[in-house]
């Protein structure tokens, strides 16, 4: 059974780091693409950032471009997500997602982890 | 930045067909994916690559994509099928999602 994770949310003073966990079971973690989206409260989904299998390539969405670094263990089947100089814009819940890509070479995000909550707050 | 509009809201009575559409410039040239999100829970991929379907997901979803507009529809709507629905295309290795459509049920 396919499971991720997340954890290390909470409540982080503007300006603060914070880093996120996903821990990822039931798959071969090395084969997958990754990526973080999150989700503001009462908002729609805004995609966050992606990470290759290898870990060598990543992207990020503009308004994380420069705070955020998007990292992966495949040794650990772990994905992480370093948020640093937090914003109040920044509260929301993080998903970790898997991406799963056709050998056509189209994508889907395929399994999504249960989410963890970022707060930031003074 | 490429964008995808998806209305607010849809209502729809049960036994009836629901229509969530996604509109995006050229959006007919990708590949749009759908995911439904009920209150406090995680999305789940209902439909890809326009038109399938992932295991587990019922047939009466289903999917199309032409032009600037993609389309979610279910037959035969159900009350568990009232959420949040989300399209999202890819814009090379970027991810990006409509702002969410709620259907409700009544």
């Known amino acids: 059974e396919v499971q991720l994770v997340e954890s290390g949310g909470g409540l982080i003073q503007p300006g603060g780091s914070l880093r996120l966990s996903c821990a990822v079971s039931?798959?071969?973690?090395?084969?997958?693409?990754m990526s973080w989206v999150r989700q503001a409260p009462g908002k729609g989904l805004e995609w966050v950032s992606y990470i290759s299998s290898s870990g060598k390539t990543t992207y990020y969405a503009d308004s994380v471009k420069g705070r955020f670094t998007i990292s992966r263990d495949n040794s650990k089947n772990s994905l992480y997500l370093q948020m640093n100089s937090l914003r109040a814009e920044d509260t929301a819940v993080y998903y970790c997602a898997r991406i799963r890509t056709d050998s056509s070479g189209y994508s889907r995000l395929d399994y999504w982890g249960q989410g963890t909550l970022v707060t930031v707050s003074s | 930045s490429y964008e995808l509009t998806q209305p607010p809201s849809v209502s729809v009575s049960p036994g009836q067909t629901a229509s969530i559409t996604c509109s995006g410039d050229?959006?007919?040239?990708?590949?749009a994916c759908w995911y439904q999100q009920k209150p406090g829970q995680s999305p789940v991929l209902v439909i890809y690559q326009d038109t399938k379907r992932p295991s587990g997901i019922p047939e009466r979803f289903s999917g199309s994509n032409s032009g600037n507009t993609a389309t979610l529809t279910i037959n035969g709507t159900q009350a568990m099928d009232e959420a949040d629905y989300f399209c999202?295309?890819?814009?090379?290795?970027?991810?990006?999602f409509g702002g969410g459509t709620k259907l409700t049920v009544l």
């Open positions: 039931g798959f071969t973690f090395s084969s997958y693409e």
């Open positions: 050229k959006l007919g040239d990708k590949y």
């Open positions: 999202q295309a890819w814009d090379n290795r970027d991810v990006v």
